[in-house]
Structure formats: C-alpha cells, structure tokens
T-cell receptor, first 111, second 117 residues
Framework: DAKTTQPTSMDCAEGRAANLPCNHS???????VYWYRQIHSQGPQYIIHGLKNNETNEMASLIITEDRKSSTLILPHATLRDTAVYYC????????????FGKGTLLTVNP | GAGVSQSPSNKVTEKGKDVELRCDPI?????LYWYRQSLGQGLEFLIYFQGNSAPDKSGLPSDRFSAERTGGSVSTLTIQRTQQEDSAVYLC???????????????FGPGTRLTVL
C-alpha cells in the first residue's frame, strides 16, 4: 500500500472548519484513501473513504485532488470532541484487511 | 445498534502468566481482526478471520500468541507465558466482509489494555 505523509499536529478553533491534509504521491489507480481517527483511550473510528471523487457524509468531507496525489479531510464545524489523532491511509481492495496506521495528525480543537 | 465489545477493558498480569482477551463483533459481520497498539505507536496487525476460511496469522509476533473464533462470532486472543513487551492495547475490529476489490470499513472495539508486570 502507498505511503502517506501528514503533519504531526494542528490546532483549530471550536466552531471553525478543520482542514487536515494528506500527501500520497505514490498512490496507484486501484487504491482508496481512507481516514480514521482515534480519540484518546478509545479504539480507532472510521470517518470516510474515497477513490477519486469528493465524498461527504455526516462526519466529514473528503477532497481528493485530480491527480490523486493528495487529499484533505474537512470537519466543517469542529467541536472539542473532535480532538483526536487523525490517520490517513491508502489501501487497495486486494489487501484491505490489514490496516496500518502511521503517526497521524494530532488535531487539537481549542475553545 | 451494538458495536464491537471487548473484555476485559483492563488486565494486569504477572510475567509468565497466560491471558485470554475476548472480542464480540458486530452481529452479521463476517470478518474479524485483532490488532495491538503499543504506547505512542501505530497500529500493528495480528490476525484476521473471514467466515470459514483459514485465518491469516501472519501478524502474530510469536508462537505464544494464538486466536480462535468459535461459531463465526466471538473471538478469543490468547497470550501464553506473557512478557513485559506484550504490554499494549489489544484492539478488535469487525467488518461486513473483505472480498476482493471491496474495501469495507472496520469498526473497532474499545480495546483491552494489557499490562504485564
């Protein structure tokens, strides 16, 4: 699976949009971009995934660039409960069951 | 609906003892996974069960680790003769399936925090 690069940490004010970037320049055509997050002392939580089109669900939006080499996770109105480590991963359908998280981005939402 | 549950939530044991960790997946999920996460580290895959197929044990770190899934539902991860380096949070996840070309999201339990003294 392709490697991803994320900033180590980010801050966001409560109520504002949080935009979390991820670079995946070696992504191949059949690989999906997935986002998970892990709130302190909890298990990872699935957020959203996409292949090439932008995606939106009740939690977030995923914007994937046209060349698919990077993406941005958007939390439209961040709350204090969104403080967590956010993981961007890239994986294909053939090896989809082995999730591997890197360091991720620690998002801190400030009041 | 009910999510993935794990028990116990915390386990403290002495070096050399055996421990059993339990996972109850989401009803109807055919795929079940075990991972572990050491302090400040990322996620480490351990083992994967899919339906009646032979499990993928490629992530188990040693032969002291084993897991079984009875009746296609509940799973137990057993660690024999525990060592201090086994201390970690053990996470279980389940998904609807894991067919080729289909990428299914995994739903995680809260984990079991194992401390080996």
């Amino acid at each position: 699976d392709a490697k991803t690069t994320q900033p180590t940490s980010m801050d966001c004010a409560e109520g504002r949009a949080a935009n979390l970037p991820c670079n995946h320049s070696t992504i191949s055509g059949n690989e999906y971009v997935y986002w998970y997050r892990q709130i302190h002392s909890q298990g990872p939580q699935y957020i959203i995934h996409g292949l090439k089109n932008n995606e939106t669900n009740e939690m977030a939006s995923l914007i994937i660039t046209e060349d698919r080499k990077s993406s941005t996770l958007i939390l439209p109105h961040a709350t204090l409960r969104d403080t967590a480590v956010y993981y961007c991963i890239v994986r294909s359908g053939g090896s989809n069951y082995k999730l591997t998280f890197g360091k991720g981005t620690l998002l801190t939402v400030n009041p | 609906g009910a999510g993935v549950s794990q028990s116990p939530s915390n386990k403290v044991t002495e070096k050399g003892k055996d421990v059993e960790l339990r996972c109850d997946p989401i009803s109807g999920h055919t795929a079940l996974y075990w991972y572990r996460q050491s302090l400040g580290q990322g996620l480490e895959f351990l083992i994967y069960f899919q339906g009646n197929s032979a499990p993928d044990k490629s992530g188990l770190p040693s032969d002291r680790f084993s897991a079984e899934r009875t009746g296609g539902s509940v799973s137990t991860l057993t660690i024999q003769r525990t060592q201090q380096e086994d201390s970690a949070v053990y996470l279980c996840a389940s998904s609807l399936g894991a067919g080729t070309g289909v990428v299914n999201e995994q739903f995680f339990g809260p984990g079991t925090r194992l401390t080996v003294l």
